[in-house]
């Protein structure tokens, strides 16, 4: 995803002088190629995140596009008091770029999971959310947010993710994407967890239960209407996170099904409310959250006994 992201705001670096790239000390072995062809509208602004914002807030109140980059946690929760009063109090066109998402920093422990940062980053006022779930999506994610001058928080994972697309979708902020369509039950999901998800579906399809896949690519704001059309007429929802269960992508479909007259089941799977006090691996630990395929599939089923029997 990093990938997509830079290659693709590089591209609209040679047509737009206004961007502005800045980085905490981070995209080593990424940003070269951007540093090297535009080294005045890179700013490497050191392991000092809150700065960084206030120098991207007086660009962009200079007419400058400026995307901020670092790790999850230090672009957001290090500098939220900045990102508040600087960037969304101002409205300002600012993007923050955030790598390793969920637990895709699996191995440096609590400090570098991001489990909280949808939650509060989708509160403050003005705030765009996006969460892409692949390279194609993260290209057409960063293009479409160009367009815009608003504040915008765009959640990435890492490196090296498999494609959900076979051809490229035509993405539209705000509004869901149907990877798969089915009748029997709904799996919601986003960023990182769209692949293992289509796995998901292929094995309860095995298990002989049809079922949706969509991916939420954002989370702010949310096309209300859009996504009710797509899953108000099924009665099994299942909402699949690499968050805290509280206040991420569950408690956004939640929020809207609660002031709609859908009824049915509803199941919200993801981090619990807790902090991970040992290391390991990112596989690791979403096969200790139950957030793989195979821990996924085994809960699904087990909530949809009656359908099979």
């Known amino acids: 995803m990093r990938t997509a992201f830079i290659n693709t705001l590089t591209e609209l670096a040679q047509k737009d002088e206004k961007i502005y790239l800045l980085t905490g000390d981070l995209g080593f072995s990424v940003f070269e190629n951007f540093a090297k062809k535009f080294p005045e509208r890179f700013l490497n602004c050191g392991v000092a995140e809150q700065n960084m914002m206030g120098v991207a807030a007086g660009l962009a109140l200079s ?50 999971h991001a489990i909280e940062d949808i939650a509060i980053l989708r509160a403050l006022p003005n705030m765009t959310v996006l969460c892409p779930a692949d390279s194609i999506e993260t290209e057409e994610l960063i293009l479409k947010s160009y367009q815009t001058k608003k504040p915008t928080y765009i959640r990435l994972s890492k490196k090296g993710e498999k494609s959900v697309y076979d051809t490229k979708p035509q993405l539209e ?21 769209v692949r293992p998800c289509m796995g998901v ?43 805290s269960i509280i206040g991420g992508l569950g408690s956004i479909v939640a929020e809207i099904l609660a002031e709609s007259d859908w009824q049915g089941d509803f199941k919200i799977i993801a981090i619990p409310d807790e902090y991970a006090t040992e290391t390991g691996s990112a596989e690791y630990f979403r096969k200790k959250y139950q957030l793989d395929t195979e821990e996924i599939t085994t809960r699904i089923l087990s909530e949809c006994k009656d359908i099979r029997s």
Do not use: M, W
């Open 201 to 243: 579906v292929e094995k309860l399809k095995e298990s002989g239960l049809d079922f949706k896949l969509i991916s939420l690519h954002t989370l702010k704001p949310i096309n209300r209407e859009s996504l009710l059309k797509e899953i108000k007429k099924i009665k099994r929802i299942f909402v699949l996170e690499e968050h």
């Open 173 to 193: 902020i705000g509004k869901p994407s149907v990877i798969k369509e089915g009748k029997d039950g709904v799996l919601v999901t986003t960023g990182v967890q």
């Open 63 to 112: 007419s400058k596009k400026v995307y901020v980059y670092s790790i999850v946690p230090f672009v957001t929760l290090r500098c939220l008091e900045q990102i508040k009063n600087d960037i969304c109090y101002q409205n300002l066109d600012v993007k923050i770029i955030g790598v390793g998402g969920g637990l895709t920093y699996g191995s440096l422990g609590a400090t570098h």
